[in-house]
């Protein structure tokens, strides 16, 4: 079965290595019957009894390495990169998955004061024009105790880095990018949880390429505070982006404009840190601040601080970034498929561990759809063969038309997602755009369903 652009699990898990065939073996069968039924439990995802215990074994199994899955699912997306050839997007974030309920599972923690769960912090690569290409790396944080809210700020602030959770994007940013094939340029995506100056400074001493949105108003070398310099400056360009839907402040998907102003500041280390003997004096920054020229009535609209080290020709590069910075969002809806397509948060194993291999795997699944979904629109001309298997293909013709007879040749990569649209969504008109990956879920779940029971219908 394929599933999503360069996506075919039997290909991407090739490399995988349990030191067991037949576990390894079992892994892809499990992918391809969780890939089906993202929703279901893995009782009900499985075709019966046996190999529901089947998948439980193996997750049971000593042998059943969550870091070789990774390491697989990783290999297989540095030759995506390299197929890609332009920039590739390494994106991070967190996402608190609630378990509050599950009091019992051991190795579970707080993801805030009172809330049991686990902290997912995942870093996504994603092509400079938007294709999901996979995951390269994920992790699990969460806290053995309620945060202790009486602890005084300044004490909370002093502590290494390694001590405190932050410490996550670090260790993230050097994970992510070990190891990428020399050619392969990977920028480092953050929101603005990622400003940290122990971020930058480990960015500079990896020499891996950062863009990060800021918050703080640091202080430069000259002491100027930066956020105040780069806002006085003149206008230096304008530039044309879509801005998705702002749920939070219901404020639909748009066309904005926005004003760019450049700069380049040496920021100084911040005091708090001074005892950090291994952290620079300064470091330089190119700032591109981005704000929107006429919000919505009564809205503040976009005001972007955005922090590069790569700046180097001006302009139009500037212009670049924020098109980058745009792709971060490509995480959002990572983690909405994730919680709302797969469900991770009604997951029932006994350990955080087994949890956060569970969510591992379908985080792959995750991406294979997210892939797909983009794919449509980037290359909506390469054939739908590329993500669906043959039988798949055919029976989707089918069933979107509500014709019996069968396609020949497969059809566009356009065709396929419109006809997921039509089958996993209410009725769509031309003008309602592309099908959003929700729909796309959907109709591949009811795809697999309608697949599954073929051969009892003629
Ligand atoms: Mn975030």
Redesign the pocket.
Known sequence: MATGQYFNLEEEFAGLDFHSVRLEQRFVRTMETLVQRPDASIWEASENRAEAKAIYRMLGNEDFDRQEIIRAHREATIRRMVRYGGPILAVQ??TGVNYNTHLKTEGIGYISDKTLGVNVHSCLAVTSDGLVLGVLDQAGYNREEPRDESASHESKKVRPIEEKESFRWLETLERSTADIPEGVKVITVC?R?GDMYELFAKAQSLKEPILIRIVQNRMTVENKRILDEIRKKRCQGRVEVRLPRDSRCSIPEREAVLQVRYATYTVKRPHILNPVKTLPDGIDLQVIYVKEEKPPKGKEGIEWFLATSELESGLEEAYEYVGYYMQRWKIERFHYVLKSGCGIEKLQERSIDKTMILILMYSIIAVTILNMTYAARLTPELPCSLVLGEEEWKLLYCVANKRKKEPKKPYTIKEAIDYLGCVGGPKRAPSDGPPGVKTVWIGLMKLYILLAYREYLT
Do not use: A, L, Q, R
Request: net charge negative.
């Open positions: 974030d967190t929101d949880e």
